[in-house]
């Protein structure tokens, strides 16, 4: 065959290293590779209230195959600026390289991760069977939530609270007659006097 | 054209070559569409390549009283690669324009190869009138949903008062931090509609900060760790180009006598004549500079964003390495590789701060002999048998050894690319012109045309394949109605060659499409396009045929029939480890 054959020693005469990287591109020792574990994070973004910027983060998290939990977006103080609070699961490095991604898109005005302290609330309707009401109402209150709506057929019941605590309820009113349920991803804010920017209103006092 | 006839310039038209003069009094802007091309004018803009179509027209019909030269090209993806290679040479982001619909969807893959590569470009697509917007309207189609992904940030123009604003941000943008392309999309209404706002000088948006010096404690510790490095070496990356900092990185490395490896968009960066330069590292790199990054124990890192065809396998990259990774986007640290030192910022800035806090070249006189003799037993070789048919290799080095020192080389993608990147010698930035991350089959033909337009007084060749040429071949007819002096090398193995040794080599010869049963002559194909054809078959005559086909004033083509079963070596496999690189098929076998 007259395709190419170089000159040179073989692979097997060549100088070796001795370490190793693992898949995320860190040095590690070759004798006992740590492995990231995934954990939960929970990402609050500043961007420009403007059309398209849902899509264009939903489009980031999804073609950089990062493990999106939920996302909520809603209206700040300032009619300019969204809030959107995202929850990720991810190992060490897929976090940082969620935030740096996000961070990089141009309608984003700030990203920080919040602390696992942080004040997390999730809402959830829970539609069920119109039978038994008062019941109904007992364990909503248990769960410091409400009926909101009534009818002869069905009772509706508002919950907020941690994703554990609205597990937890939606878990008890299955002793009902569970017709629908809705729930929404994590709204969250770090506790104490801290805020993200100052493009979010009184944000240094 | 009938045209004309609805231009009541109250002026007369000054003749085409004197357009100059027209360009001192400011025009006002009165529709969108004007605004949109006084803000190009604005932003310095002398140059467009694009198409025509329905939703583009008012654009265009504003394009007619501007000094802006525009190049019409055959297809919209000749448009993009014109504009991209265009916006490689000079340096400033290349336009290219389109209409909605299928004009948009054409420029797509041009945009993607800008995206991937961090070339400055921007994008003006027509769309639809914003009634019809939504509606599925004859030529709509989603375009700011579509290159979302593939742009730094696109527009949907919709509102007159703000067109001109739209497109010079979306022209700083292309043009700051790490480059790359943006997208105005523009409805038809919008470009038509009146409006009095005057352009704005072309700004970034406030959320926009790209990173310039990095950090001092950081700068100190990477310093550090270079300076007491064993085996040291620099990778030096397209953002080197790109940030302008050539010749800062080489003062750089030979002021610390630290090796240096580049990586493909890379190629230029640092001259390859130099002693300190062991060539181009990954799936087809030299040997040396595989062996050197495989086992240098500090690696410098600059502009490059560590690609897979750049490591292989990630867990044998450098894995002795710590990595000081010198980068404009924060994103690209720790994204392939781990950075220990991570120093955002501009690339000349922060050599100058690297410099400012080194002392003297590390102690490494044993390291820089080893890769001295890597360099000496891995030649990049090939066969010269005396006879037929031709070495592509050997075209490729005798066209490097008749060229002008400083030829710009664009190529398409496969086999003759990479023989490209191994037997021309590059000694300046800006002259390896090539879709690097996308593998952009067909990027030969028209990247040419915009790299000529854009360094006019440099001499351009292109290395193309047979199979990358039959895909934009249709762009020749624009290089010979501008008269372009392009000299376009087709390497004609009558087969997509790199699919064809992979087959050879991991799909036991099983060769499913990758040859041509028959092609087009080439040389006959450029004649009737207006083009100087070459056949070129034989040793003796390729002196002569490059030089004639170098003399001829405007563009010619050379097909040069090769050796259908030449591989490129070395080659690491994909995924494979770049210490390993093989130098034959067997060795390859064995892997």
Redesign the interface.
């Known amino acids: 065959m007259s395709s190419g054959e170089l000159p040179g020693p073989a692979p097997e005469e060549r100088m070796r290293p001795e370490g190793r990287r693992n898949t995320q591109g860190i040095r590690i020792d070759p004798e006992a590779e740590a492995t990231h574990q995934p954990r939960m994070a929970v990402l609050s973004a500043l961007v420009k209230h403007e059309p398209g910027v849902l899509a264009e983060v939903s489009g980031l998290f999804s073609r950089r195959q990062f493990n999106i939990e939920s996302l909520t977006v809603g209206p700040t103080t300032d009619d300019g600026v969204a809030r959107m609070t995202i929850v990720i699961e991810e190992p060490e490095p897929g976090v940082q390289q969620a935030k740096k991604q996000l961070r990089k898109l141009i309608p984003v005005i700030e990203v920080e991760e919040l602390e696992s302290a942080a004040m997390r609330r999730e809402l959830a309707l829970i539609k069920v069977a119109g039978d038994k009401p008062d019941d109904v109402q007992a364990v909503a209150e248990m769960y410091g939530g409400d009926a909101v709506d009534a009818s002869t057929d069905a009772v509706t019941v508002e919950i907020t609270g941690s994703k554990q605590k609205i597990d937890a309820a939606i878990e008890a009113f299955e002793q009902f007659d569970v017709l629908e349920i809705v729930r929404t991803g994590a709204a969250a804010l770090e506790r104490g006097s801290k805020t993200m920017g100052a493009t979010t209103m009184e944000s240094d006092n | 054209m009938s045209e004309r006839a609805f231009h009541q310039d109250p002026e007369p038209e000054p003749p085409a070559d004197d357009k100059e003069e027209a360009s001192d009094d400011a025009r006002e802007v009165t529709t969108g569409a004007e605004a949109a091309i006084i803000a190009l004018e604005e932003a310095g803009v002398d140059m467009a390549f694009g198409v025509q179509g329905g939703a583009i027209m008012p654009v265009y019909d504003a394009l007619y009283d501007s000094d802006i030269d525009h190049i019409t090209m055959a297809h919209e993806q000749g448009a993009a690669h014109a504009a991209d290679a265009y916006g490689i040479v000079s340096g400033d982001p290349g336009v290219a324009m389109a209409t909605s619909g299928p004009g948009a969807t054409n420029l797509v893959t041009g945009i993607a190869d800008a995206s991937m590569d961090s070339d400055p470009m921007i994008a003006l697509t027509g769309q639809v009138a914003t009634d019809f917007v939504g509606n599925d309207a004859f030529q709509e189609v989603d375009t700011?949903?579509i290159t979302?992904?593939i742009t730094?940030?696109n527009y949907?123009a919709g509102d007159p008062d703000t067109l001109g604003a739209d497109v010079s941000e979306a022209f700083a943008?292309a043009d700051a931090g790490r480059q790359g392309p943006t997208l105005v999309d523009l409805p038809k209404d919008a470009s038509k509609a009146e409006t009095d706002v005057q352009p704005v000088s072309p700004e970034t948006?406030d959320?926009?900060h790209p990173p310039e010096t990095a950090d001092e404690v950081v700068v100190q510790a990477a310093a550090e760790a270079l300076q007491d490095a064993d085996r040291p070496a620099i990778l030096s990356g397209g953002g080197v180009i790109k940030g302008e900092a050539s010749d800062e990185l080489r003062a750089f490395a030979r002021k610390y006598d630290i090796p240096v490896i580049t990586t493909m968009p890379g190629l230029g960066s640092f001259p390859e004549t130099d002693d300190l330069s062991l060539g181009m590292a990954g799936m087809h790199g030299t040997?040396a500079a595989n062996?050197a990054i495989?086992?240098c124990d500090v690696l410098v890192g600059v502009g490059t964003r560590?690609d897979d065809r750049l490591t292989g396998g990630?867990?044998?990259?450098?894995?002795?390495?710590e990595v000081i990774h010198v980068e404009i986007?924060?994103?690209e640290?720790?994204?392939?590789?781990?950075a220990d030192y991570p120093l955002l910022g501009d690339a000349e800035r922060v050599l100058e701060q690297l410099d400012d806090e080194l002392t003297d070249a590390p102690e490494a006189d044993e390291w820089r002999e080893?890769c001295q003799t890597w360099t000496e037993?891995?030649?990049?070789?090939?066969?010269t048998?005396d006879d037929e048919p031709l070495k592509p290799?050997y075209v490729v080095e005798r066209f490097a050894e008749l060229a002008d020192d400083d030829a710009i080389v664009t190529t398409g993608v496969g086999q003759h690319q990479m023989w490209a990147c191994q037997f021309w010698t590059y000694t300046e930035p800006r002259t390896w012109v090539s879709s690097n991350g996308l593998g952009t089959m067909g990027y030969g033909v028209p990247s040419a045309i915009g790299a000529k337009l854009g360094a006019p007084d440099r001499e351009v060749v292109t290395f193309d394949g047979d199979g990358s040429f039959l895909m934009t071949m249709q762009e020749l007819s624009v290089a010979v109605r501008e008269d372009l002096d392009i000299t376009y090398v087709i390497l004609n193995n009558e087969a997509i060659g790199m699919v064809r040794q992979w087959q050879d080599g991991f799909y036991e010869g099983r060769r499913m499409a990758s040859e041509y049963p028959w092609i087009p002559e080439f040389d006959l194909l450029a004649e009737s396009f207006g083009a100087r054809g070459f056949r070129l078959e034989e040793y003796d005559e390729v002196d002569d045929v490059i030089r004639q086909a170098r003399e001829y004033d405007g563009p010619a083509v050379i097909d040069a029939i090769i050796?259908p079963?030449?591989?490129?070596?070395?080659m690491v496999p994909s995924g494979g480890d770049n210490?390993?690189?093989?130098?034959?098929?067997?060795?390859l076998d064995?892997?």
């Open positions: 700011v949903g979302q992904p730094k940030q949907f943008l948006p959320t926009y040997g062996l495989t086992n560590f990630v867990d044998t990259f450098a894995p002795d390495a986007d924060p994103a640290i720790n994204k392939n590789i781990y080893q037993e891995y030649p990049l070789d090939y066969e048998p290799q050796d079963g030449e591989n490129v070596y070395p210490g390993l690189f093989a130098l034959s098929e067997e060795q064995n892997l």
